[in-house]
């Protein structure tokens, strides 16, 4: 009943910028909490940041100063700007949404996931 549906990852040169964003679709009533997580290849998946309904933020200590999350609730929609990227920002960047749905009059709420977009930086 929701998907979310990444865009804005690419190729970049260290101490470049990228912009992604996540799009929420379907029956949606309400979007809670959403953030961006990454996956580099050999390791878990962490936090990158994360915004609230509300608006308040929080960014993993490798990212702050530099990586900037937004949302537009009109849209359903949340942003990334990533700036002064360094070789090691390089990963899979996903979006997770926590998301309150209506199914033939019912409200259910569940977590979700983006397919995941790569963000590659080069030395």
């Known amino acids: 009943q929701v998907q979310l549906v990444e865009s804005g990852g690419g190729l970049v040169q260290a101490g470049g910028s990228l912009r992604l964003s996540c799009v929420a679709s379907g029956s949606i009533f309400r979007v809670h909490a959403m953030g961006w997580y990454r996956q580099a290849p050999g390791e878990q998946r962490e936090l990158v940041a ?17 990586f900037t999350i937004s949302r537009d609730n009109a849209k359903n929609t949340v ?11 390089t990963a899979v960047y996903y979006c997770n949404a926590g998301v309150t749905y209506d199914s033939s009059g ?4 569940n977590d979700y996931w983006g397919q995941g977009t790569q963000v590659t930086v080069s030395s």
């Open 50 to 66: 994360k915004i609230t309904s509300g608006g308040s933020t929080a960014y993993a200590d490798s990212v702050k100063g530099r």
């Open 79 to 89: 942003y990334l700007q990533m700036n002064s990227l360094k070789p090691e920002d």
């Open 106 to 109: 019912y409200y259910y709420t």
